[in-house]
């Protein structure tokens, strides 16, 4: 582990201070996109961007909820005809899909997503850009080995998926760009549906 000797009080409040905006920035946008909020629209994302017919408890996983609120959230989702409840893997389970007008505001919010962060982006210059794209990689790959690391410890992460917002495109997930994947899959081997979630095959935009 590198070890620096450098006070980094300001770089870890700055670094706090700007997630901290981006994240009320993209909330904000994401619940604007479709009328909902708290989990939703994660969790159409979520479903949007990996394998079809997720299971409650893989969605409770991917956006961070107990099981009694994933059921909630379903319900939620379901009565604003987002998602349909369809026969899972077996007797037992219960498979959730999107419907047409779910996979619409998924791409709504994603939407959102990118054109709230680009605007914050604006006062970069391609080099900077360049710069953050490669320090914003790094980062994702260590806060991940972090929580690959927590679970072998039979601790939980806080919160749900890492990139239960994501783009898997933009991202290069298919090319096996993503760091967070690269970083979860090349030290566990598949793994569940938090920081490695697999996308499935891609819909027709």
Do not use: K, W, Y
Not at 32 to 38: N, R
Not at 92 to 108: E, K
Not at 153 to 167: E, T, V
């Amino acid at each position: 582990m590198h070890v620096s000797d450098r006070d980094d009080r300001r770089l870890v409040n700055l670094i706090g201070a700007l997630s901290r905006a981006l994240t009320d920035r993209i909330t904000g946008a994401a619940e604007a996109a479709v009328d909902l909020s708290d989990a939703a629209p994660a969790a159409l994302v979520a479903l949007h961007e990996t394998r079809p017919g997720r299971s409650i408890d893989d969605l409770r996983q991917l956006v961070g909820l107990t099981h009694s609120g994933a059921v909630r959230l379903v319900d939620r989702l379901e009565a604003a005809g987002h998602v349909e409840r369809r026969r899972g893997r077996d007797a037992r389970t219960v498979a959730i899909v999107l419907t047409r007008r779910g996979a619409a505001a998924a791409r709504r919010v994603r939407t959102a997503r990118r054109e709230a962060i680009s605007e914050a982006l604006e006062a970069l210059g391609d080099v900077q850009r360049g710069r953050l794209e490669d320090v914003a990689g790094v980062m994702l790959s260590t806060l991940t080995a972090q929580r690959v690391a927590m679970r072998s410890a039979g601790q939980m992460p806080s919160g749900g998926a890492i990139c239960r917002l994501c783009d898997f495109v933009a991202c290069g997930r298919p090319e096996g760009r993503c760091p967070v994947a690269g970083a979860a899959i090349g030290r566990t081997g598949p793994s569940g549906p938090d920081e490695a979630a697999r996308p499935g095959r891609r819909r027709r935009r």
